[in-house]
């Protein structure tokens, strides 16, 4: 109802800012605890870089090959981003304006690649466009030659395969929060397609793409296996290719640091610049509503929107498919070493997923209540980080006062939960802050404080959002390798290392199984955390 | 999470008692795995020694190594056990590792004289192609056909690392023209040997880089022998793989002991089915059928350990600029 | 004129029942109990609600099936008028083309538009740089140069003071005065009413009843209408 008291061309953002709360304001939540989140992860992610590079003995710089590494990475994460958002703007678009049976489905299947395991996306990536893949089949039954998938097109083909479902999410989200109204008022203005993009799409995509560029171009610096596997050879060296290196065949600690800095450099450069576009309000609620829209309703916009989300169906879904396929057959046979190690997994994530809890819900209500900087801090950190620096420096600080088998399990969940971080609170922080504007003072006027606020005010109302992070965290989790091997402790192999493990003992029909068993985890996690957020939950 | 994490910690920490001696085995992931010889070794080795047999799986060799570096002479680990003879080098230089004096009849291809690292099994890397189709006979043969193959990168793995080491070997000065000869026959290059193996299997090459004893995989455990390994006529470069006995150990005697036990029948009969490579020595019952006859010592190539350290950094930029082009 | 030939709309399980007749140039207030479904008759005129059943026509012409924006209808709604992002300018000019570029002369009657509802000199502004009121104003500004031959007001003016709101109206039936347009506006203040609409439409039981002039209806109100006002409005 608060929206009716506005006036004509009452902008709603304007009142936005002026609610947002004084430094010196009273709060129902303290600032402190997401203060000290904020800080924790970023002791984690620069004390673990700091170890390695105080551990390094002399070591070598930044050479030419290390130069060219950089090139590569900055070339292929570039246009993994420009071609990931910019497919994903018609997907979205069409998504937007259809309403069809089982979208809702389709948009929650289509974040699948998202939180696949990277093995598994690659031999479902082939399966379907490799040499002998579906596609090349298909061409040589018309006697054409088979698809060419190695080289900088397959690293941004898998890349894009990876995070068009992202891309989709966060632009589908921008059209959403176009109001209503907005398409009310354009449709009155009798606007075609042309006016339409001039009046209510090119001002959202200016507002979001910048910010889903960088996210993904940060996602995509710290590509290796993918890179390297689909670049075709080491013309695709990463930058994370060369600190694996670093650490792997030279034992090179300080170019690992050297390296893993420059990286680091490179995320926070694009992650400021995501950071200075104004986030959005109410990510994951309302993901599944689509605007009534009365343009583009023609048959030239329906075909086209059928042909954007075929093609991203086709896309992401053949792959998927590939994956079912070749893991079905040996599900029902799966070794046990699998399910326990299934098991493991689940742990795993259930702590990671705990974890991420108890560090981004006092961090999303910080920033909301103001401190922006720490979501940048924690946010950059997160997308940042190289496992491997996180993994070999925690060993470094670890190894002294325990050993690090005896706590693999807690150290996975917590690296898990640092690489989910961004993710979670681009999903929080929009609807805290919208909790806090439209609460914060009445909740004060009530002298409600505290763990009543959580409890009275921000869990019910931010339920489904904290479902929607609890999910994808869990699933991020369960599809994550782990921490290299530094910390393997061998009677707590996780499902994806059992996976490698099926596969490094020629087990390639077991190890598809368990890699089908994984994903269907990912999913069933997601969907589940996802679902119970929202079950009986305010839209 | 820092309180949470840190009980996490020590309530593991006190799950490990001490009440019969323990000896902790380093090794690689793929041994200690449920279809590796690590369970079936330590059955084995625990019904003689009295004792607890730990193995503790850190990535491939060269993680191995990276491990044993960071841990320095505070490690834990009595044996490392996984090394090859690309990693010998770099590992004797570390200081760590203690003289071991294991007595065996070694079925080699060539002589082993080394007083710290003991062998227990080894192998030739090869590529292995499917049956029914013709294989080159040599690298450049290989680099003429119009072959597809998928290799690892040497940068990242130990076959990846062997194959650099197999080219130079073989031809030394002339290495950089065998790459420039196979850079057109290379799908892609993988980041370790499950990867490349995986693609093979999946149809994205014709050959892959991996062992001559890899098709005695599928014969014995599948039934199937549609897989062969090519017989290069320059011959192959061997893997060998090794052990050795950490200085700082503090149960030297049950390290001893290990190692002989690596010797052993019992060990020794364990590796053709599960590490799927050569025994270091012949177990009583010969080897499984299915297994490929060894090559005879001038076909079986391996530069000496000093050697292979110092012309590692050169094969590897040999390597990138061939195929970097 | 305006004609609703048996017209049911639909929104759920709500259900509205409307047959009636609008001269053209009539300056009508659409009152009734909240929730009665006067919203929901304007948006269907506008074409924001597909009707159920029946027909509507414009001076004789079927307009049931036109998208909103091709009906002869400028409308207000209750927020969201104007572009945030746009300037007062671009904002009007959207009422003469959406779609183009506007030509010389039509940007000199923007500037007209905006002059006549007392914005000269604020062209560049853009609406959160504006009063509640002077927001209304750039709102009307877009509808005169729309030239609709129906103007329809979803209570555009709720948020604002009494004395502007009384501002606001008599500006509007000047501009529809002035146009010769047919007015439409949604009102739950009998005042409003009373100040410039010369008939009332009253919407209550799930009908829309057909016009009666102001003063009669207000005066002597049927029993849906009494029940809405509470008491008599005459005295």
């Known amino acids: 109802m608060a929206a009716r008291a506005q006036p004509v061309g009452g902008t709603g953002r304007a009142a936005h800012r002026a609610a947002a709360p004084r430094p010196d304001a009273p709060r129902p939540v303290a600032i402190w605890p997401g203060t000290c989140a904020a800080l924790g992860v970023a002791l984690l992610v620069l004390g673990t870089l700091a170890a390695v590079a105080m551990r390094a003995e002399g070591g070598s710089g930044f050479g030419p090959s290390e130069a060219s590494a950089l090139r590569f990475t900055l070339i292929q994460a570039s246009l993994s981003a420009v071609f990931s958002v910019g497919l994903a703007i018609p997907v979205a678009r069409a998504l937007a304006r259809r309403r069809f049976a089982g979208r809702r489905v389709l948009i929650t299947l289509l974040g699948a690649p998202f939180i696949l395991p990277v093995i598994v996306a690659i031999l479902g990536l082939l399966a379907v ?15 054409l030659d088979p698809l060419r998938i190695y080289g900088l097109h397959g690293v941004v083909i898998a890349h894009v395969f990876f995070n068009l479902p992202l891309a989709t999410r966060l632009i589908l989200q921008g059209w959403q929060e176009i109001p209503a109204e907005r398409f009310r008022l354009a449709a009155q203005l009798n606007a075609g397609p042309g006016a339409m993009w001039h009046l209510l799409e090119a001002p959202m995509l200016r507002r979001i793409l910048p910010g889903a560029m960088a996210v993904i171009f940060a996602i995509c610096l710290s590509s290796f296996a993918v890179a390297l596997t689909l670049g075709g050879g080491p013309k695709a060296t990463t930058l994370e290719l060369a600190i694996y290196q670093a650490f792997h065949f030279d034992f090179d600690l300080g170019r690992a640091a050297v390296l893993s800095t420059v990286q680091l450099g490179l995320t926070v450069v694009a992650a400021v610049l995501a950071l200075r576009v104004p986030v959005g ?39 998927l498919l590939a994956v079912l396929v070749a893991g079905a057959p040996g599900l029902l046979s799966l070794p046990a070493p699998v399910w326990s190690a299934a098991w493991v997994s689940v742990q795993v994530a259930a702590l990671s997923t705990g974890l991420l809890l108890l560090v981004a819900l006092p961090l999303s209500a910080s920033i909301a209540l103001g401190r ?12 940042a980080a190289s496992p491997l620096v996180i993994g070999t420096g925690l060993f470094v600080l670890i190894y002294p006062v325990a050993s690090p088998a005896h706590v693999a399990l807690p150290v996975t969940a917590l690296v898990n939960m640092v690489m989910a971080l961004p993710f979670a609170l681009r999903i929080l922080v929009p609807r805290m802050q919208q909790v806090m504007q439209q609460n914060a003072r009445l909740a004060l006027a009530l002298n409600m404080r505290g763990p009543a606020f959580w409890r009275r005010v921000i869990w019910p109302r931010c339920r489904a959002q904290i479902g929607f992070a609890a999910g994808l965290t869990a699933a991020l989790s369960l599809g994550d390798l782990g921490v290299v091997a530094l910390f393997a402790d061998p009677e707590t192999a996780t499902l994806p290392l059992q996976v490698y493990r099926l596969m490094g003992a020629y087990r390639m029909e077991a190890a598809q199984a368990a890699a089908l068993l994984l994903f269907i985890l990912s999913m069933g996690a997601f969907w589940l955390l996802d679902r119970g957020g929202k079950f009986h939950a305010e839209a | 999470m820092k309180p949470l994490f840190v009980a996490g910690a020590l309530l593991a920490a006190t799950v490990a ?11 690689y992931d793929s041994f200690v795995s449920e279809w590796g010889p690590g369970p079936a070794v330590k059955e084995a080795f625990e019904a003689t020694c009295g004792c607890e047999l730990k193995f503790v799986g850190a990535g491939d060799g060269a993680a191995l190594l990276a491990r044993i570096k960071l841990e320095g002479a505070r490690s834990e680990a009595d044996i490392v056990l996984g090394l090859d003879t690309n990693l010998t080098a770099a590992a004797r230089d570390t200081g760590l590792f203690a003289p071991v004096a294991v007595e065996a009849d070694y079925a080699l291809p060539m002589a082993w004289q080394d007083d710290t690292f003991a062998p227990y099994d080894w192998g030739y890397f090869a590529f292995v192609h499917n049956a029914d189709a013709d294989a080159p006979a040599n690298f450049r043969a290989l680099g003429e056909s119009d072959a597809k193959i998928v290799i690892q990168d040497p940068r990242s793995s130990t076959p990846g690392l062997g194959l650099l080491m197999w080219v130079k070997a073989a031809y030394g000065d002339e290495a950089p023209a065998i790459w420039d000869g196979l850079s057109d026959n290379i799908v892609t290059v993988t980041k370790g040997w499950s990867e490349a193996y995986g693609l093979f299997l999946e149809g994205e090459a014709d050959m892959v880089l991996s062992y001559t004893t890899s098709p005695a995989y599928h014969l014995i455990a599948e039934e199937d022998d549609s897989k062969a390994a090519a017989v290069f006529d320059e011959g192959h470069y061997m893997q060998v793989e090794v052990a050795g006995k950490l200085a700082a150990s503090d149960q030297t005697e049950l390290a001893d002991q290990f190692l002989q036990f690596m010797v052993s029948d019992a060990f020794q009969s364990i590796i053709p089915t599960t590490n799927w490579m050569y025994p270091a020595v012949m177990p009583a019952g010969g080897l499984p059928e299915g297994f490929a006859e060894t090559l005879s010592a001038d076909k079986s190539l391996l530069l000496p350990e000093g050697d292979a350290a110092a012309l590692r950094d050169e094969a590897l930029d040999e390597w990138l600029r061939a195929l970097s082009q | 004129m305006l004609k609703l030939d048996a017209v049911t709309l639909q929104k759920g399980d709500f259900r509205l029942q409307a047959d009636l007749q609008i001269a053209a140039g009539a300056q009508v207030a659409v009152i009734g109990p909240s929730g009665a479904g006067k919203s929901t008759l304007l948006e269907a005129i506008a074409g924001f609600l597909p009707a159920r059943d029946g027909r509507i026509l414009w001076r004789g012409q079927d307009i049931t099936a036109l998208p909103p924006g091709q009906r002869p209808v400028a409308m207000l709604f209750q927020d969201g008028n104007l572009f945030p992002h746009l300037t007062l300018r671009q904002n009007v000019g959207l009422g003469i083309d959406a779609n183009r570029r506007l030509s010389a002369a039509q940007a000199e009657a923007v500037t007209a538009a905006l002059a006549r509802v007392g914005l000269a000199g604020m062209e560049e502004r853009r609406p959160a740089d504006l009063s509640g009121g002077q927001q209304s104003r750039a709102a009307l500004a877009r509808v005169l140069v729309q030239g609709r031959d129906l103007l329809l007001l979803d209570e555009p003016f709720a948020a604002l003071g009494p004395a502007l709101k009384a501002e606001m109206l008599d500006l509007v039936a000047e501009i529809v005065t002035e146009k010769g347009a047919t007015l439409l506006m949604v009102s739950h203040d009998p005042q409003d009413a009373r100040r410039i609409a010369t008939e009332v439409v009253l919407v209550a039981d799930g009908h829309v009843y057909p016009p009666s002039p102001t003063a009669e209806i207000l005066d002597n109100p049927p029993p849906a209408l009494r029940a809405y006002l509470g008491a008599p409005t005459g005295s």
Not at chain 1, 374 to 383: C, D, T, V
Request: net charge negative; hydrophobic share 50%.
């Open chain 1, 129 to 143: 466009f490799g040499r002998s893949g579906w596609i090349s089949g298909a061409l040589g039954a018309f006697g």
């Open chain 1, 281 to 319: 309000e109410g990510v994951g609620a309302g993901l599944d509503r689509a605007v009534v829209r009365w343009d583009a309703t023609g048959r030239s916009a329906t075909l086209l929107d059928v042909v954007w989300i075929g093609f991203a169906t086709l896309f992401l879904m053949l792959p």
């Open chain 1, 372 to 383: 922006r900087q720490l979501g940048e801090i924690a946010g950059i950190l997160g997308l």
């Open chain 2, 17 to 27: 008692t001490a009440e019969t001696p323990e000896l902790v085995v380093y090794t």
